[in-house]
């Protein structure tokens, strides 16, 4: 029997599986391809869609009014070239291209590439959507405004920000914008919405722009900056 016990546990290597359980390092990385693992991208895509839910986008008349305020806030004029960095399935990108802007989404899932493309595709809209990772992003000059929506600044470690910041400086053109969105501990506890387990939580004056991502900051290449709650 212990001989059984002891072929289990080298078989099962509890070693590393209690090594699991522990948490790791602040930014430590984690699987370089964590977004096309076929049942991550299969959920994430669902919560991404669920109009319902603000899991992995927000919600449809949430995007609506963000796109309008981004556009109004920036002065975004059709033919306006548009960099959505982690575009997901293109909730935004769309929105945008319906405006009249020139949009190119890159996302590092293919699964979310693939359905943002036939989704064009079916919609009429010319949007260049690339499956890449945003800091590999080597574009120069080409766009006026750049988004980072949905908190995807704030996981990032300190050198992999820098990294992001020079790849979209790079991007914009002359007096391009750089719009995207961070939460902060006194921002969260300012507005009573907990760490995890977070729900849509609107702030009067602005009903159904204000959720657990309070600030929008947006970044003016040559430069100045103005920092707005949405």
Same mark, same amino acid.
């Given at each position: =029997? ?7 546990? &080298?078989?099962?290597?509890? #070693? ?20 096309? %693992? ?5 959920? /994430?895509?669902?919560?991404?869609? %669920? ?9 449809? &008349?949430?995007?609506?009014? /963000? !796109? ?5 806030? !920036?002065?975004?004029?059709?033919? *306006? ?11 935004? #990108?769309?929105? +945008?291209?319906?405006?009249? /802007? ?15 493309? #036939? ?15 945003? +800091? &590999?992003?080597? %574009?120069?000059?080409?766009? %006026? ?6 908190? *995807? ?34 921002? $969260? ?8 387990? =977070?729900?849509?939580?609107? !702030?009067?004056? !602005? ?12 970044? $003016? ?8 709650? +949405?």
């Amino acid at each position: =029997m212990n001989k059984e016990i002891g072929n289990l546990i &080298e078989k099962f290597d509890l #070693a590393s599986l209690i090594a699991l359980q522990n948490k790791p390092a602040p930014f430590t990385p984690g699987e370089p391809l964590f977004w096309n %693992d076929p049942h991550i991208s299969a959920q /994430m895509l669902k919560a991404h869609l %669920d109009p319902n839910s603000d899991l992995a986008s927000r919600r449809p &008349e949430t995007i609506d009014a /963000m !796109v309008a305020w981004i556009a109004a806030e !920036v002065g975004l004029a059709p033919g *306006d070239a548009v960099l959505d960095l982690g575009c997901g399935p293109g909730l935004y #990108a769309t929105r +945008l291209a319906q405006r009249g /802007m020139t949009v190119t989404g890159v996302d590092y899932s293919r699964r979310s590439i693939d359905y943002a493309q #036939a989704a064009a595709q079916t919609a009429g809209l010319a949007i260049t959507y690339r499956y890449e990772n945003y +800091l &590999e992003l080597t %574009d120069e000059n080409c766009y %006026d405004l750049a988004l980072l929506i949905y908190g *995807d600044y704030c996981p990032l470690s300190p050198e992999q920000r820098t990294r992001l910041l020079a790849n979209i400086r790079r991007a914009l053109r002359p007096g391009g914008y750089f719009v995207f969105d961070v939460s902060t501990r006194t921002l $969260r506890e300012k507005y009573g919405v907990k760490t995890t387990g =977070m729900q849509p939580k609107a !702030v009067s004056g !602005v009903p159904g722009l204000i959720w657990y991502w309070k600030w929008a900051l947006i970044i $003016r290449k040559k430069p100045s900056i103005s920092t707005n709650i +949405l």
